[in-house]
């Protein structure tokens, strides 16, 4: 059996990696239970508890048998008997939810561009992020927007997922959402698009010349390399604040690559399966020195929360801002017969020092709320750093060698 790449991601619109899986022979029919069993055995050979939760997981590979006649019939039930083992993360992908993360990590989407959360009391659909360039900037949408409809539809209590159901079609037809913010109630009318999705960005102030880059997400195939450009276009800057606020993960090698970047050496994560323990060690070739400061929040997730640990737990960078998710465990994806899929869990990780920030999070050095305030602190953090060191900077022709690996 082929895997699929493993991912450390919080999905609130739906975040993932694909391989190969070994399907039937040529010419051999799928039976709608075979659906249903490939995905149980998938489950009992791959989960990361042996115990299953406490489920007994033989008991479920006939128990709906009977009850399954089509795809539909089997789409049901491996949502029934995935849901059993009580993982949120563990769970079904339907054919359009598997292309559209597929979609993602080819850092590409049809859409109007933006991500979703729900307020505490899960009544309110917050708009958290609106992509630079995308539709729903053009039709002047803002970060912090409340949606209250979508296409007439009451949008209150409705989840992320079932919003961008209600959202997604096809290129250039368009979605009407009612937006509420302290100043207004309004309407817009928003025409779907492709858009190509940046998973780094970054800006020079000049005048403290300071480096910021936000990683939006780790999901995209670029987002290592996008980074290191980040890097590049900064090299003289004195030092670098890194934005991870709001960001819910992806794939697990790209927290691994960015952390290779900035760390001279140590561990970066350990890994526990029920196949063993692996520990991911730096190469000790970091692509800067430059001294940093990293952002964090309560929605910055798993593989966000690999990378902040990593650089905190080696003494590489002062974490500022508040606790994070607590996601510590890692995902694979296995395509089932016909176009579906399944996320399991197949693992949980420990930080460098050792700590399982699972339903925990990631403990910043300083921790402050307000975003303002949040950039304000870390700013001067790193200034102080800034004086009491003598950075060594990067050059060009480092980093072009660096980039070259």
């Known amino acids: 059996m082929s895997k699929w790449k493993r991912i450390a991601s919080f999905l609130m619109l739906a975040f993932v990696a694909a391989t190969n899986l070994t399907l039937p022979a040529m010419g051999h029919r799928v039976q709608p239970v075979d659906i249903y069993h490939r995905a149980w055995q998938l489950v009992r050979d791959n989960y990361y508890d042996a115990n299953f939760n406490g489920r007994n997981w033989s008991e479920l590979e006939h128990k709906f048998d009977s009850q399954i006649k089509t795809t539909a019939d089997a789409h049901k039930y491996v949502k029934v008997m995935l849901e059993s083992l009580n993982d949120p993360y563990t769970r079904f992908l339907d054919p359009r939810a598997f292309q559209d993360e597929n979609d993602a990590i080819d850092a590409r989407i049809v859409g109007i561009g933006i991500n979703l959360t729900q307020s505490k009391d899960l009544q309110r659909l917050i708009i958290n992020r609106v992509i630079e360039g995308g539709?729903?900037?053009?039709?002047?949408?803002?970060?912090?927007?409340?949606?209250?409809?979508?296409?007439?539809?009451?949008?209150?209590?409705?989840?992320?997922?079932?919003?961008?159901?209600?959202?997604?079609?096809?290129?250039?037809?368009?979605?009407?959402?009612?937006?509420?913010?302290?100043?207004?109630?309004?309407?817009?009318?928003?025409?779907?698009?492709?858009?190509?999705?940046?998973?780094?960005?970054?800006?020079?102030?000049?005048?403290?010349?300071?480096?910021?880059?936000?990683?939006?997400?780790?999901?995209?195939?670029?987002?290592?390399?996008?980074?290191?450009?980040?890097?590049?276009?900064?090299?003289?800057?004195?030092?670098?604040?890194?934005?991870?606020?709001?960001?819910?993960g992806g794939l697990l090698s790209n927290a691994l690559d960015i952390a290779n970047m900035l760390l001279e050496g140590g561990a970066i994560v350990s890994t526990i399966s029920r196949h063993g323990r692996h520990t991911d060690i730096a190469d000790g070739s970091p692509?800067?020195?430059?001294?940093?400061?990293?952002?964090?929040?309560?929605?910055?997730?798993?593989?966000?929360?690999?990378?902040?640990?990593?650089?905190?737990?080696?003494?590489?960078?002062?974490?500022?801002?508040?606790?994070?998710?607590?996601?510590?465990?890692?995902?694979?994806?296995?395509?089932?017969?016909?176009?579906?899929?399944?996320?399991?869990?197949?693992?949980?990780?420990?930080?460098p020092s050792g700590l399982d920030i699972n339903k925990v999070g990631v403990i910043p050095d300083i921790t402050i709320t307000g975003k303002g305030e949040q950039e304000r602190v870390a700013r001067e953090c790193l200034k102080e750093k800034i004086a009491s060191l003598k950075p060594i900077r990067t050059s060009s022709r480092e980093l072009d060698l660096a980039l070259t690996k």
């Open 135 to 248: 539709p729903a900037e053009q039709s002047g949408v803002k970060s912090n927007d409340e949606i209250a409809a979508i296409d007439g539809f009451n949008a209150t209590g409705m989840t992320p997922d079932q919003a961008a159901d209600r959202i997604r079609g096809k290129a250039g037809t368009p979605v009407q959402l009612t937006l509420r913010n302290s100043k207004e109630v309004k309407t817009v009318n928003i025409v779907r698009q492709q858009i190509q999705i940046k998973a780094a960005t970054w800006r020079l102030d000049k005048s403290t010349n300071i480096g910021y880059i936000t990683l939006h997400t780790f999901i995209s195939n670029d987002a290592a390399a996008e980074f290191k450009e980040a890097l590049r276009n900064l090299a003289k800057a004195d030092g670098l604040i890194i934005d991870l606020r709001d960001n819910p």
């Open 287 to 351: 692509v800067t020195h430059q001294p940093i400061v990293i952002l964090v929040d309560n929605e910055s997730a798993s593989a966000s929360e690999i990378l902040a640990s990593a650089l905190k737990d080696n003494g590489r960078a002062i974490i500022v801002g508040e606790k994070t998710y607590g996601k510590g465990l890692v995902q694979e994806i296995n395509r089932l017969p016909g176009g579906a899929a399944v996320h399991i869990t197949v693992s949980r990780y420990l930080t």
